[in-house]
């Protein structure tokens, strides 16, 4: 029989903490929704750029009428093309949904890859906070469809209109492991559950305001709030007062 896995009840309260996990290579989330999405991929740069076309319309539908009132005649419409083309890849409309949600995904973890640096010590916290925050929030301006296309939708694993609720949850927790990451090397004397906890909380702030709905005016000082809160949630815990030297 193979050994039981400890319980929190059986684990020693003095127990060593986990190191935070490794993130030196970023390799995307394992999901089989990549071909699931589709009807069949496209093998030669015309079909490539039909499908991008496709994924774009999609994002213009969404933005502008909403998830649910999005079909796969209004995508077709708005990326004037016959409906039977979309056919040729998708199965239907989910699957657009569930392929444009793929292609954020990917250039999310490509902004996330670049925000992060390798050595986090010599650059002051706002800064190091503002490095990541800022290219988050041009993506979000740039894909007003993002925060509708990741929206929650309770179903099994093999429900199409669910994966893009796979690859949001999937997306925040690597994100979080970079924060634990990024936490454990500019203060390696806080505690592995005290840093998770930041990482977490600090996650889900920033999570919620950059998905917040805000006209253009209101954009710029949401996200100066949201600049002020991190630096003063985190300065305790990543910049600890340090101890005056005895004359």
């Known amino acids: 029989m193979p050994p039981r896995r400890p319980t929190a009840a059986s684990v020693p309260p003095d127990a060593p903490l986990p190191p935070p996990p490794d993130l030196t290579t970023d390799s995307p989330p394992a999901v089989d929704d990549a071909d699931d999405a589709y009807r069949r991929r496209p093998r030669q740069s015309r079909g490539q750029k039909r499908v991008e076309l496709l994924l774009d ?35 239907n409309r989910d699957a657009v949904i569930a392929a444009l949600a793929l292609r954020y995904a990917d250039e999310m973890r490509a902004i996330h890859e670049r925000a992060f640096p390798v050595d986090p010590h010599d650059i002051p916290l706002d800064r190091l906070i503002d490095r990541i925050i800022k290219p988050l929030a041009e993506f979000h301006d740039r894909n007003p469809a993002f925060r509708r296309v990741f929206a929650s939708h309770e179903g099994g694993p093999d429900d199409t209109r669910s994966a893009p609720a796979r690859l949001r949850s999937q997306l925040f927790e690597s994100f979080v492991d970079r924060l634990d990451v990024l936490f454990a090397a500019r203060n390696p004397k806080l505690a592995g559950r005290d840093r998770r906890r930041a990482a977490l909380v600090a996650a889900t702030i920033g999570q919620g305001l950059l998905r917040a709905r805000a006209t253009a005016a209101d954009r710029k000082p949401l996200l100066d709030d949201l600049r002020r809160v991190l630096l003063g ?10 101890t005056r030297a005895r004359r």
Do not use: D, N
């Open 57 to 91: 319309a999609a994002a213009s539908v969404i933005a502008e009428l909403g998830l649910e009132a999005t079909t796969a005649e209004a995508i077709a419409q708005r990326a004037q093309t016959a409906k039977g083309s979309l056919y040729q890849f998708f199965p």
């Open 233 to 242: 949630y985190l300065s305790p815990l990543l910049e600890p007062p340090r």
